[in-house]
């Protein structure tokens, strides 16, 4: 990951990869699956400098779910490693081209260390835009939609505001709502679901499986997936293509707001 200079201008904003795959590449060549994380590791800095190339602002990749905590303790202590290493390893690249990292999810059982690491990093790059990297650890979607409406009904508490809750207000405490809707999700390694995988962000992602395992991924693949994708007329509901949700909303809005002055006939 060194300079990097963007050569392209997808239309994808927020892009989020399921890297899966490891295991099953490692044991079909008769190693650990451990070895399979640690090859895979390896992929990540690529697929960075590739989204950068392809002027996509957020880079949102799923490292450690809730579920993963019923892996074998072993295979569990190389992730935490390998989340380390790479902060270590990419920090000096990750601060000269402008990158915000952050990590969302419970990483309270991390070491002390990472965690400190971890913390040092986010803050550094706080106010760089170039990239929003987040990597997901410990992390759940349906955990994150409850926590956000738990925090959202305590301001509303303390504000003596009674009234019921709106999807603005729930997007607003999410873990980290500034990284938007997810405009592509990619799961690699052949299996097809979402995996409790960003839940709410998810609502109008395009999705795209490959039967890539995420060792043998590149980032020549990955740009012809998002140029692919870019390709792919989103409506979000409507009958016509649509910037976004949001422009998909507000004309929704408007055609409610005129149903309900002029009526239907």
């Keep these: 990951m060194g300079n990097i200079a963007k050569n392209s201008s997808s239309k994808l904003k927020h892009v989020a ?23 895979g590791a390896r992929i990540v800095s690529s697929v960075v400098q590739e989204a950068i190339a392809q002027n996509i602002s957020a880079l949102t990749l799923f490292a450690f779910s809730t579920e993963n905590w019923g892996r074998p303790l072993a295979e569990i202590k190389v992730l935490f490693a390998l989340l380390k290493k790479f902060i ?8 000269k081209n402008e990158i915000r990292f952050s990590v969302i999810g419970d990483i309270s059982k991390l070491p002390e260390e990472t965690k400190k690491i971890i913390a040092d990093l986010e803050a550094t790059t706080s106010k760089f835009s170039r990239l929003k990297l987040t990597f997901a650890f410990g992390y759940g979607g349906r955990f994150e939609i409850v926590s956000a409406v738990n925090r959202a009904l305590k301001k509303k508490i303390a504000a003596q505001n009674f009234s019921e809750l709106t999807e603005e207000e729930i997007a607003n405490n999410l873990m980290s709502p500034d990284l938007g809707d997810v405009d592509l999700l990619i799961r690699t390694g052949g299996d097809q679901r979402i995996s409790n995988f960003l839940l709410w962000q998810l609502a109008y992602a395009e999705l795209y499986f490959t039967p890539t395992k995420w060792p043998d991924f590149t980032s020549g693949e990955f740009k012809q997936i998002v140029e692919a994708a870019s390709r792919r007329n989103r409506r979000f509901g409507t009958v016509s293509v649509c910037e976004g949700l949001e422009q998909s909303t507000k004309i929704a809005k408007r055609n409610l707001e005129l149903i309900q002055t002029v009526g239907i006939k």
């Design 17 to 39: 990869i399921i890297m899966d795959g490891n295991g099953r590449w490692a044991q079909g060549r008769s190693h650990s699956r451990v070895f399979g994380h640690v090859r």
């Design 88 to 95: 270590l390893d990419e920090r000096t690249r990750i601060i």
